[in-house]
Every structure is written in C-alpha cells, then in structure tokens.
C-alpha cells in the first residue's frame, strides 16, 4: 500500500516562505513522477509542479513560477516543494501525489497516488 504524507504547511504572512515536504512508504519513488497540487475553497485541484523520475525535468504553473521549487530525493523517498514569496491568492490545501508513468505530467487524473493534504493559509 502506498502512502504519501505531506507535512510543512501552515499561517505565514504575504511574502514569506514555506518548506512543503511530502514522505512516501511502502514504496520507492524512485521510478515515480511527483507533482504537487493545490485546492482552494470552492475551487477545482490546481497543478502546481512536478518533476519526473530522474529529477532531469520539471513544470510549473504560471501562477507559481518563479517562486516556487519542487525538489526530489529519491534515497530519503521525499519530494520538496520550496515557497517563496506567499501571495494570499496561494492559500489552499496542498496535495502531493505520484504518477506511476514518470515522465512528470500536470494533469490530477493522471497521477495514481495521493496525500492527505495539508493547509498553508497567506495572510495579508
């Protein structure tokens, strides 16, 4: 059973910075495309990044570019999503997930695997 778990979100003030982590277990990543996605309230799963399977391409959203980081390590099962520079308009619970493809795609239906969530919340 796969699991990924994301941890690192939480209340920052417009302009500041957070570190999104996401763990995955009973699995290796390593052969996995990662993406992050985001939801804010009354609003569809938004792509954010990801990064293929061998950390040699990544994608961003428009909104996002420029600010944000997505970030892999394959011996620790993790993948990063770096955030700098937190407008309010990115409030919203951010997903991790895995595509078992691994060429690193922007769409939610195509990944197979995904995390709770966590809230990270902009204030102005």
């Known amino acids: 059973q796969v699991q990924l778990v994301e941890s690192g979100g939480g209340l920052v003030q417009a302009g500041g910075s957070l570190r999104l982590s996401c763990a995955a277990f009973g699995c290796t990543i390593c052969s996995y495309a990662l993406g992050w996605f985001r939801q804010a309230p009354g609003k569809g799963r938004e792509f954010v990044a990801t990064i293929n399977r061998s950390a040699d391409r990544t994608s961003y959203a428009d909104s996002v570019k420029g600010r944000f980081t997505i970030s892999r390590d394959n011996a620790k099962n993790t993948v990063i999503l770096q955030m700098n520079s937190l407008k309010t308009e990115d409030t919203a619970v951010y997903y991790c997930?895995?595509?078992?493809w691994g060429a690193g795609r922007e769409r939610y239906y195509d990944y197979d695997y995904w995390g709770q969530g966590t809230q990270v919340t902009v204030s102005s």
């Open positions: 997930a895995a595509d078992t």
